[in-house]
Antibody, heavy 119, light 108 residues
């Protein structure tokens, strides 16, 4: 079965960077795009971007341009999301999420990684 | 960027009643519209994609309709497990694939 297992919670200071990892299993890693979606406490879902694990190509929401980097390591079926120049309003649960074949339609979700930005 | 607007923000419904949730796009997204359900402490669950196609395992009481800019998620007879927050999301053409702000369905 498809599993997406993310790294643990992080606490960062404003201005720092955070890296969240997401290890995939149960399917062919390079066959499906991986998305990153975040959810601030008590708020809605925010789509951040995706990575094509096959080519490494990415597409990010303009809001995060210049601050977010998505990469992958096909040898260990893992994608990474780095968010830099953190602000307090970046405090959120960050999810990796995989679509089910229709690009953009998310079927599988990682458990989420809480990133807290606080001085 | 396409803005997705959901209404109402909160919908109070009695068990067994019908609920209709609205989602409007700021420009046409054709039928590239999905609905998700999220319960507290859980990750979202895909309900509907292609505006009207139920995802695997989703009960028939959930139905989706609409195209272009106006969409509706209907729950024909609310069960206790349906009280949750519902999000629409477009995936038309190129990203960003934005979500609506959510509609909370609560017990009346």
């Amino acid at each position: 079965q498809v599993q997406l297992v993310q790294s643990g919670a992080e606490v960062k200071k404003p201005g720092a960077s955070v890296r969240v990892s997401c290890k995939a299993s149960g399917y062919t890693f390079t066959d499906y795009y991986m998305h990153w979606v975040r959810q601030a406490p008590g708020q809605g879902l925010e789509w951040m971007g995706w990575i094509n694990p096959n080519s490494g190509g990415t597409n990010n929401a303009q809001k995060f341009q210049g601050r977010v980097t998505m990469t992958r390591d096909t040898s260990i079926n893992t994608v990474y999301m780095v968010l830099s120049r953190l602000r307090s309003d970046d405090t959120a649960v960050y999810h990796c999420a995989r679509d089910g074949g229709v690009r953009g339609v998310i079927v599988y979700w990682g458990q989420g990684t809480l990133v807290t930005v606080s001085s | 960027e396409i803005v997705m607007t959901q209404s109402p923000a909160t919908l109070s419904v009695s068990p067994g009643e019908r609920a209709a949730l609205s989602c409007r796009a700021s420009q046409s997204v054709s039928s590239n519209l999905a609905w998700y359900q999220q319960k507290p402490g859980q990750t979202p669950r895909l309900l509907i994609y292609g505006a009207s196609t139920r995802a695997t395992g989703i009960p028939a009481r959930f139905s989706g309709s609409g195209s272009g800019t106006d969409f509706t998620l209907t729950i024909s007879s609310l069960q206790s497990e349906d009280f949750a927050v519902y999000y629409c999301q477009h995936y038309n053409n190129w990203p960003p694939w934005t979500f609506g702000q959510g509609t909370k369905v609560e017990i009346k």
